[in-house]
Each structure stands twice: as C-alpha cells, then as structure tokens.
Nanobody
Framework: QVQLVESGGGLVQAGNFLRLSCAAS????????MGWFRQAPGKEREFVAA????????YYADSVKGRFTISRDNAKNTVYLQMNSLKPEDTAVYYC??????????????????WGQGTQVTVSS
C-alpha cells in the first residue's frame, strides 16, 4: 500500500497561485495513477485532476481547466498541483489520491484506494 502526504496549502488572495505537493512512499510510485480531489465545507468531495503513471495523459475538472496543472516526478515519488488564478470558490481541503484502476480518468473517488490526509487551501476575495 502507498502512503501519501500532501503539503503546500495555505491562505492566498484571489488571483494568486499555490503549488501543492504530494509525497508517496511504499510501493513503486510509477505503479499508480494519481489524482487530486477537493472538498469544501458542506459539499461532497470532487475530482480536480488526474495524471497517468508516466505523465503521458492528464485530465481536469471543467472548473479548473486552464488554471490548474497536474504533474508528477516519478524519480522523486511526488505529484504536484500547480494552481494559478485562484478564486474564492477554490477554497477547500485538497486531497492527493492513488489508483491502480484503468478507470482513474473518470475521476471517481471509489477508483482511488489510497488517500492523503489533506491540505487546506483558502482563497480570500
């Protein structure tokens, strides 16, 4: 089983940027498809972005397309989420997740078997 630890969250003003990191340990990192999800207060967890095992393919929720970029460095066992042009509605706890399912790109949480503890992102207006 892989263990995931997110970092990089914080409080920023709208229009600014943040980069989240997720460090993995355990099984070989390239075994996993990786994703980012987020959960705002009172809302369900939602898909943000996903990336294939060797970074050949990326997928995004419509709400973040063009502003967020997911990437990974398999040599460092780390996946990143670069978040630009942040909006107050991006405020949420952001979770890193790992999947061994070929259906990962649908962005369904049940296809991801390992999760980090989450990191808070707060965007002020």
């Amino acid at each position: 089983q892989v263990q995931l630890v997110e970092s990089g969250g914080g409080l920023v003003q709208a229009g600014n940027f943040l980069r989240l990191s997720c460090a993995a340990s355990g099984r070989p990192f390239s075994t996993y498809y990786m994703g980012w999800f987020r959960q705002a207060p009172g809302k369900e967890r939602e898909f943000v972005a996903a990336i294939s095992r060797y970074a050949g393919s990326t997928y995004y929720a419509d709400s973040v397309k063009g502003r967020f970029t997911i990437s990974r460095d398999n040599a460092k066992n780390t996946v990143y989420l670069q978040m630009n042009s942040l909006k107050p509605e991006d405020t949420a706890v952001y979770y890193c997740a790992a999947s061994t399912s070929g259906n990962y790109y649908y962005g369904t949480a049940r296809d991801f078997g390992a999760w980090g503890q989450g990191t808070q992102v707060t965007v002020s207006s």
